[in-house]
C-alpha cells in the first residue's frame, strides 16, 4: 500500500482549525461547564500515582482556559473538587490542593493578561487556609477583568450548595422579620454561580454520563456533551468539537417549537 503523504495528513490543530471555521459565532453556547473526569484512569493506564492524573489534568485545565476565551465564551466552569472527594485518600487530596494552589499562583498574571475572571464556587471556607487565601488572592487580581468569567467548583456538591442557598435565604428573612418569599430568580441570587447564566453546554470526559451533584440547579436546562478522552487527554479540539454541534441542538425549555 502506498505510503500516504505528509502533506495528506490532517494534523489535530488543522482539525481544529477547520472545526472553527465551521462555527458560528454568533450562536456559541454563552456557559459552558465541565465535569473533568479520568484523571485517575489516565494515570493508572500508564502506572502512575494518581496525583500523576491530576498534574496532566492541569495541563488540559490551562489549555481549555485559553481554547474558551480565544472563542468568546462568556463562562466556563471547571468541577476541580467535590464535597465528596474528601473520602479519597489523604495524599490524593493533598496533591490536588496543591495543584489548585500552584496552578492560581503559576496563572494569575495569565489570567489578568487575557482578561480572565476567577472565581471559586462552593464551601471555600472549609478549604485548607493557604488554598483559600491564593483563592482570594486570585479572584481579587482579576475582579476587574471582563473577558471569559472562569469558575472553578472547589469543595462543591449541588444539594449542600441548595441547602446552603436556602437556609441563607430563610436566615436573611426572618433577622428582617419577613417571611421568607422564594422564587426561582431570587433563589438562583442565593447560590455560589450568582450573577452568571445557567450552563448551555456540560462537557464531561471518561465516557461518564452523570451528574454527579454539580451545577443541580443551573442544569435545568443544561445541553450534555461526552467524550471517552479522558481529561488529562483534553484539549482545545475537544472543546471546539462539543461547541461546533451546539448550534444545532434544539432547545424547546419544555415548550414546542
Ligand atoms: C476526576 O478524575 C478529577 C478530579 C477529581 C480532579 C480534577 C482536578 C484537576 C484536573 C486539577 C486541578 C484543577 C485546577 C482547576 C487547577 P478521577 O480522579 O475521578 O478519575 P477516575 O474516575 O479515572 O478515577
Redesign the pocket.
Known sequence: MPAISPALEVTPEAATAALLARIDRTRLPVHVAVI???????AEARRLE?GE??AA??E??RDTVEAAAALGLSALT?F??SLE?WRRPAEEVEA?MD??KR?LKLETGNLIANSIRFRALGRVHELPRDVREMVAETSAATAHCTGLAMN?ALNYGGRAEIVDAAREFARRALAEGRVPDLDEGAFSEHLSTRGLPDPDLLIRT?GEMRLSNFLLFQSAYTEFWTTET??PDFRRRHLSEAVVGFPRRIRRYGGLR
Open positions: 473533568m473526569d479520568g484523571n485517575g484512569r489516565w494518581r492524573g491530576h489534568g492541569v488540559s485545565v471547571l476541580a473538587f472527594n490536588l495543584l489548585v496552578y472553578v471518561s479522558l481529561w
